[in-house]
């Protein structure tokens, strides 16, 4: 081995601290975009194994009753690989010791041959016997949450009777990976179930012999959705169909995409930002490290080692740390990434899952890395590298310090000398000195970043949960019903208060672009579930027009005073249009609002309703949920409390746990950060604070004036990271905001305290090692060497 | 004396230091024989180093022209002055500027590795007595013995001349006299031209002339017709 690689390990080793640090802030940012990256990008492939493996359909519809004959005529259309058609209905379930109302989507299986699509993953047991109407299989989840293994028995109120089920088996399904009850906003699995059923059985009980209400078909390969859905509607419209449409508008497949599209934003938000930010660190340190082997860059020039050699060993000393860096990030960020694959696939119980592999995340992480480390020695380098031997062989020549203030004002006699000092370092060095704040101010936006989601979430739950939508529960009804169910409703035991909800399709369009979505129809004065504006005030509906979602507003390009054109997918199927009166602050979906009395006009239509919202007395609430159970007409109960528990839990996984591993990585980078550069100021002044010693100076002394200026340049670092924190945290709420959730960027004060506490408590470690090393410092050494 | 290893013709050297002007080196003539040992004199400031590290290509002259034999170093680029350095000159500085984080044999073979025609660095330690201590670290060796590998590295490549910039000056007279002692003996042995800085009196001596200086300027020059053995001196 060559000696300057000696040389090499051997300073390594010497510096093995500073090195450790520098590769930390190195594997922090290498760590995030792998961790995020190769977890999306898992779950992705996973998805798609998935949805290949098992059939996924990609249009589907609803009909009120259809002659399983039109199947052969749907089959047709161009563009249509498969069909299934199916009978698919909502139903309340009755489970023994189980109180609280929970429904099913119940969803025939054919009796003979095989289900083309959405074919069941069978976790355990078997397939029902065809027509035997009590034998179902139920989703995985659903069991697990109640216990329930094969021979299981709960009820159901089918068709308007209780019929008593047995559980012959357990299925994962493509098609219900992420199961929502109806009028709730989270999976919960112990309130809804799907089961599957014999198609004969099914058909039996809700009199569809020969018939289907559902279809699910499998486009060919490069065939136009939009043709084949406009097509499938035709066909269907005389059967009572419901405008059919794609994978964008199916619950499951558009909450999933929604987590993956969150995940994946995040993987293109935070990591950039974790990534450059260390890169921009590692370059700054190593700039002020390799400034510190100047005087031995000028011995090896006068031995006659050439410029070339020379930063070639340099480069390799940096290419040594960028490397354990890369390694150390490549090893935390795979670790994590499966982690975090694993954690999210068993959220969605995905039945196997498929971890991509990404080298070229370590290649444009190592390579970013590599290339800023590279252009920070290369920068030391440039200065020292130009100095005639005989210069650099000596120590810098004292820097020209000046008088901050005039004269005659006598700065001395304000402060100590030490604070002077710190004073004069920091106006001589003002490039470096705001280099440094820079650094620690963009440790601390980091950490805001990473941290501010939990706030922007809690603002999410007030709002939605205690401002908009604060009723107890809402039933929903399997069909529409006449408007004096309200009046029924309101007799049961323990109801509060009760308010009536028309729920119709609609596609809206604006110009070019359209959404499929639902127009709600409240009464006028509704209390329970209330309209929010961006002032968080309530707004009362007009008489006439539409308040629709401020996201689907800034989608359609469209604002107050503005028309738009709606498509009724019930009823008559008019196309009309209608002004937007107001745009209203909420945080789930897109949807339109209207009065009640507005939207049944619209409709031409008898007062109907589709779901009743509650107040609830809390003590009697068994006594609602025995009663609600036998009500023949019940399609499903959602209810508020538990909707926020759950969701809660869901937020906890996929937010605050990303939120909380960002955090670890930014508080490692940080920590970087701060020892480096508390480090090299000892370095760059250690004959400086010697000569201190040797004047009489105490530990205590020197130590103060050497952190003083570590103090003052956090201290002045922190405004501006809470600044940039929150613009970064502006780009993240901006890139997270989707059709199905987005939040509001709240930053609490608390957050700026947090992540200024990780800085300052990176700032004291940092301090306390370096006390040690000023005991440490050998005074007679340090004088006598060089100079 | 046979031909000049160096000419000088009016060396000047001007520098900033901070905000102050300095004239190192004042128009200075000179020549340097093939084999001498020449003892630079002078107070600190006066031009000593500077005509050194000139000498040395580690620095260029402001004005006026250095001849190593009859290569012109004035004019020349950085990778030539660095390859004139490689190839003739060794240093010995007054703080031996040692790689702390190489061994007394590994300091050497840095200067070994990158040289034409090198001695290996065992017979190199072993010209200044250190062949017993060549596998410690600089911490581990007394001032006189890093003074002593300072030299072994510097005499590694066989170079035309040795550069000493107050060889001695860290070092008490006991040890200081050894290094003289074996600075003498390469120059016997290989016939290295030597230029030796230095405050101390004593040591000119043992030199073939001596140059006084004094504000930049050579004050006076002092041919001695006996060279003394270093063994001889006290101080």
């Known amino acids: 081995m060559k000696v300057l690689d000696i040389k090499l390990f051997r300073d390594v080793r010497r510096l093995w601290a500073q090195v450790l640090a520098v590769a930390l802030v190195v594997g922090g940012g290498v760590a995030t975009l792998v961790l995020a990256a190769g977890s999306h990008r898992s779950l992705e492939e996973t998805r798609t194994a998935y949805y290949e493996r098992y059939g996924f359909a990609d249009v589907f519809a609803q009909v009120k009753r259809a002659p399983k004959a039109l199947a052969d005529r749907i089959g047709e259309i161009p563009g249509v690989a498969a069909v299934d058609t199916r009978i698919a209905k909502l139903a309340l379930l009755d489970i023994p010791g189980f109180s609280a109302p929970a429904s099913a989507q119940f969803v025939s299986l054919p009796d003979n041959g095989e289900q083309h699509l959405n074919r069941l993953y069978i976790r355990s047991g078997r397939l029902p016997e065809p027509g035997r109407s009590e034998e179902v299989v139920v989703n995985e989840p659903f069991a697990r949450a109640h216990g329930f293994s094969e021979g299981a028995r709960f009820s159901a109120i089918l068709n308007g009777r209780k019929r008593e089920l047995v559980i012959v088996g357990t299925a994962l399904s493509p098609e219900f990976v992420y199961t929502v009850g109806p009028g709730d906003l989270m999976p919960d699995d112990r309130r809804y179930a799907i089961v599957w059923m014999s198609e004969k059985a099914l058909a039996g009980v809700y009199d569809l012999d020969g018939a289907f209400s559902a279809v699910a078909v499998k486009l060919q390969p490069g065939a136009s959705e939009r043709e084949v859905v406009l097509r499938l509607d035709a066909l269907l419209d005389a059967y009572g169909g419901q405008a059919a449409h794609g994978r964008k508008d199916q619950t499951s497949h558009a909450w999933l995409d929604h987590e993956l599209d969150m995940l994946n934003n995040m993987s293109r938000t935070l990591p950039p930002i974790f990534l450059l930010v260390a890169a921009f660190l590692v370059n700054l340190t190593l700039t002020r490290l390799v400034a510190l082997e100047r005087e031995q860059i000028g011995l090896l020039k006068a031995l006659g080692y050439s410029d070339g050699s020379i930063v070639l060993h340099y480069f390799k000393f940096v290419a040594f740390i960028v490397v354990i860096g890369i390694v150390l990030g490549g090893v935390a960020g795979t670790w994590l990434g499966l982690r975090v694959t694993a954690l999210f696939g068993d959220f969605f119980h995905f039945p196997f899952l498929v971890f991509a592999k990404a080298p070229d995340l370590y290649l444009t992480a190592g390579a970013l890395s590599a290339a800023a480390a590279a252009i920070g020695a290369f920068r030391a380098l440039r200065e020292v590298v130009k100095l005639p031997p005989a210069v650099a062989m000596q120590p810098p020549a004292p820097p020209v310090y000046r008088r901050l203030l005039p004269a005659r004002i006598q700065l001395d006699r304000i402060v100590s000398q030490p604070t002077l000092m710190m004073i004069r370092n920091i106006a001589r060095h003002p490039v470096r000195a705001a280099f440094t704040t820079l650094g620690m101010a963009l440790a601390t936006a980091i950490l805001v970043v990473s941290l501010f989601t939990r706030d922007s979430m809690e603002h999410l739950i007030d709002v939605t949960y205690f401002l908009a939508d604060r009723q107890d529960a809402s039933i929903g009804f399997a069909e529409k019903r006449i408007a004096n169910v309200v009046e029924q409703v309101n007799r049961l035991p323990g109801v509060l208060a009760a308010e009536p909800f028309r729920e119709v399709p609609v596609r809206i369009r604006h110009g070019s672009i359209e959404r499929r979505i639902t127009i709600s129809g409240r009464p006028a004065g509704a209390d329970l579930r209330r309209i929010i504006d961006i002032d968080l005030r309530p707004v009362v509906l007009p008489e006439t027009g539409l308040a629709i979602s401020g996201m689907l507003a800034h989608i359609l390009g469209v604002s107050p005073g503005e028309t738009v054109e709606l498509d009724l997918l019930e009823g008559a199927r008019r196309t009309v249009t209608m002004p937007v009166v107001a745009t209203v602050e909420d945080y789930f979906g897109i949807r339109g609002m209207m009065d009640i009395e507005a939207l049944r006009k619209l409709m031409r239509e008898a007062p109907v309703v589709n779901s009743v919202n509650l107040s609830l007395d809390g003590n009697r609430a068994e006594d609602f949920y025995a009663a609600v159970k036998s009500m023949p007409t019940v399609g499903g109960v959602a209810l508020q409390r538990v909707s926020l528990a759950n969701f809660r839990k869901t937020v906890a996984l996929l937010v605050t746990t990303m939120a909380s591993i960002y955090t670890g990585l930014a508080a490692v980078i940080a920590f970087g950060v701060v020892y480096n550069n508390a480090r090299i100021s000892l370095s760059e002044r250690a004959r400086e604070l010697a000569s201190l010693r040797v004047l009489g100076f105490t530990r205590g002394e020197v130590l103060r004036i050497l952190l003083l200026e570590l103090a003052i340049l956090t201290a002045i670092a922190q405004p501006p990271g809470w600044l940039m924190g929150y613009g970064l945290a502006w780009v993240m709420k901006t890139n997270l905001a989707g059709e199905l959730m987005r939040v509001r960027l709240v930053v609490e004060h608390s957050t700026y305290v947090v992540a200024t506490s990780v800085v300052v408590l990176a700032a004291i470690a940092s301090a306390a090692v370096i006390r040690e090393r000023i005991d440490k410092l050998d005074l007679v050494a340090v004088l006598k060497t060089r100079d | ?235």
């Open chain 2, 1 to 235: 004396m046979s031909v000049p290893v160096f000419t000088a013709k009016a060396l000047t050297k001007t520098y900033v230091s901070g905000e102050v002007m300095v004239h190192a080196l004042n128009e200075v003539d000179l020549g340097i024989a093939e084999k001498e040992v020449v003892v630079l004199l002078g107070p600190s400031g006066s031009g000593k180093t500077t005509l050194l590290n000139i000498m040395g290509g580690l620095d260029r002259p402001t004005s006026g022209r250095l001849f190593f034999r009859d290569l012109d170093l004035t004019d020349l680029e950085d990778r030539e002055l660095t390859k004139y350095r490689r190839d003739h000159v060794g240093f010995v500085f007054q703080f031996y500027n040692l790689v702390p984080s190489l061994t007394a044999y590994e300091n050497v073979a840095l200067v070994t590795e990158v040289a034409r025609n090198p001695m290996r660095p065992a017979d190199a330690l072993a010209l200044v007595g250190l062949e017993e201590r060549m596998h410690h670290f600089p911490a581990q060796l007394s001032g006189g013995e890093q003074q002593r590998v300072a030299i072994a590295r510097a005499i590694a490549k066989r170079p035309a001349v040795l550069l000493c910039d107050e060889p001695t000056g860290a070092l008490d007279s006991k040890t200081g006299i050894r290094v003289i002692e074996v600075l003498l003996g390469v120059n016997r042995q290989l016939g290295t031209t030597t230029v030796i800085i230095t405050h101390n009196a004593s040591i000119q001596e043992v030199a073939d002339r001596v140059l006084f200086f004094a504000d930049g300027r050579i004050s006076r020059i002092q041919t001695n017709e006996a060279r003394r053995e270093a063994a001889e001196l006290t101080w």
